[in-house]
């Protein structure tokens, strides 16, 4: 487990929280280690770290980045809105575009200065996502707000404001978010039984620990979050369309599941070229667990379980990933054939464990941002073409084993090993310096965009009316005027060329790429000099001779 860990390595301990002394004048901060048997309960009994410690300035600096967060989201909020009514009526890929580049791209920047540094480290041997098509992004977890990691690396490659995550129902859902007062008495009443028996000096068995289950109003899922969390999961998948995944055991599942492979077949049109979107998925769902009413080994033992008997890969530091997410998108982005990347990521200090899941809101996931996140994440990425996947049925256990292998080495070394053909040189991006001069650029839009809503409000009613009349004439003409379906001939050079790159697909040089278009320069098409004599392109029977 993760006790006494120090917060100079990027992590202060979550799984001693509120009792531990400070050891360092307030900077390191170290917890007692507790019994296995009473980290299961210690949740509802030990209280959030004490804030106490920290000087005025630092109080003072908190207060201020987090009201200039808090005015920033109303700021990507209010663009976002007037995109989603003015722009997303007409062009759905071009409402993507300026949504991943003016809000979610802003706001990324903007919090890259209102966050501290954090120093991610791309090993020399990784293979660089391209910003064009579409792409899979499978990655472990690591702590709570590891996805933040991946959206300053997209920020800093080129993926600005296009990486996308799946949501789970039970965030956005409002009903399972919320705890109800019965099913906190029931956990405080158990804790409470739990202490007095240690106290006793009897000790508890992992089975008691094991057969209390959280119950729920989704019939005995896991619940998490807060209600302003699932506010946020709700505006991130109306106006940004971050997928929603519900699981199997969800009565709506089949409905939800029809509803999801649709909007990833919309990420697909017209080959991907449209608007870019990469997904990030997390397979191993440790979420699903409940880690303070159960001990980490204990989920670990039961997924080696599960995986032996099954003949699957049994893990040292992962669990099993699950692959329900990962079908869905591949089988909906099929027709963009997306690339799929392996990222690995561990931070300095990394010792194999993964804090327990804490219940989650915005200003838990603000203090880990700012308090407990790692000063230093690596991270390693392989690429796949979807062929490679889908002819492999074992391809996700296979990249989970040599992960867990990775991540044995980073234990041992600090370290992911060096390629063995020399690609030993990290690319380091320093999430606060990367492309300084647009993030303060978003950072005061941000700041200002709130007060234009007032003059939003005001002309509000004639905008409506406006983008009302606009609309019909544009859904009029596209009557009249449909667009032509594409040609047979295109279909098929289509299904031929599902193996290339998004982007560079049957282009050669004679009618230009996406980055170099036609030129006079390029290849002729013609074998033989009789075909050049016998060619008429030239208009007129003029010869390129003379």
Not at 10 to 24: A, D, F, K, T, V
Not at 27 to 49: C, G, H, M, V
Not at 243 to 252: F, R
Not at 385 to 408: F, I, N, R, T
Request: aromatic fraction near 8%; proline fraction near 6%.
């Amino acid at each position: 487990m993760m006790s006494g860990r120090s917060a100079s390595n990027g992590l202060s301990s979550m799984n001693g929280r509120g009792n531990g002394m400070s050891s360092n004048g307030g900077s390191n901060r170290s917890y007692p280690q507790l019994p296995t048997d009473a980290r299961a309960f210690q949740r509802d009994s030990i209280e959030e770290p004490n804030e106490q410690d920290d000087g005025p300035l630092d109080i003072l600096i908190g207060f201020v980045s987090g009201l200039a967060a808090l005015v920033c989201i109303i700021g990507a909020l209010t663009i976002l809105t007037v995109l989603y009514v003015t722009v997303r009526p007409f062009s759905r890929p071009l409402y993507r575009r300026l949504a991943a580049q003016l809000g979610e791209g802003s706001f990324l920047d903007a919090m890259a200065i209102l966050l501290p540094n954090t120093r991610l480290c791309l090993t020399g041997d990784s293979d660089v996502p391209s910003p064009v098509g579409t792409s899979v992004l499978v990655s472990n977890h690591l702590i709570d707000g590891d996805w933040w990691a991946a959206l300053m690396l997209g920020r800093s490659i080129g993926l600005r404001g296009s990486v996308k995550f799946f949501l789970r129902k039970e965030l956005v859902e409002m009903n399972s978010c919320c705890r109800s007062n019965s099913d906190r008495s029931v956990e405080r009443s158990i804790a409470v039984a739990a202490r007095n028996e240690m106290n006793a000096g009897q000790q508890l068995t992992a089975t008691k620990t094991v057969t209390f289950q959280r119950s729920t109003s989704n019939g005995g899922a896991k619940a998490f979050g807060s209600p302003q969390l699932s506010l946020a999961g709700k505006l991130l998948h109306l106006l940004l369309e971050f997928p929603v995944l519900s699981g199997e055991n969800n009565k709506d599942y089949v409905s939800d599941r029809a509803e999801l492979f649709e909007m990833l077949r919309s990420f697909a049109e017209n080959n991907g070229n449209a608007a870019p979107v990469h997904l990030m998925l997390y397979p191993e769902v440790w979420s699903l667990h409940d880690q303070s009413l159960v001990d980490r080994k204990v989920i670990l033992a039961k997924s080696n379980e599960f995986a032996k008997r099954e003949g699957r890969p049994q893990l040292k530091y992962l669990l099993l990933p699950r692959t329900t997410g990962f079908n869905a998108s591949l089988e909906s982005l099929r027709a963009s054939s997306p690339v799929v990347y392996d990222v690995t990521m561990a931070y300095v200090g990394y010792d194999g464990s993964v804090p327990p899941s804490l219940d989650l809101s915005l200003p838990t996931i603000w203090r880990i941002l700012r308090k407990q996140y790692p000063t230093e994440v690596h991270i390693r990425v392989k690429r796949y073409s979807m062929e490679e996947v889908l002819q492999d049925p074992m391809w996700l256990d296979k990249q989970w084993a040599e992960k867990d292998k990775l991540l044995g080495h980073f234990i041992r070394h600090q370290a992911f090993p060096a390629d063995n053909r020399g690609f030993c040189r990290h690319r380091v991006f320093d999430t606060r310096h990367q492309s300084i001069e647009g993030s303060v650029l978003a950072l005061v839009r941000l700041l200002l965009m709130p007060c234009a809503i007032p003059f939003l409000l005001l002309i509000s009613i004639p905008l409506f009316w406006i983008v009302l009349w606009s609309w019909i004439v544009f859904r009029l003409f596209k009557l009249l005027f449909p667009d032509e379906p594409p040609s047979e001939s295109s279909n098929a050079d289509a299904e031929n060329n599902t193996s290339q790159t998004p982007g560079s697909a049957g282009l050669d040089s004679a009618t230009g790429t996406p980055f170099f278009p036609t030129t006079p320069f390029a290849t002729p098409s013609i074998t033989n000099w009789r075909d050049l004599i016998g060619n008429n392109s030239y208009g007129n029977g003029d010869s390129p001779v003379g």
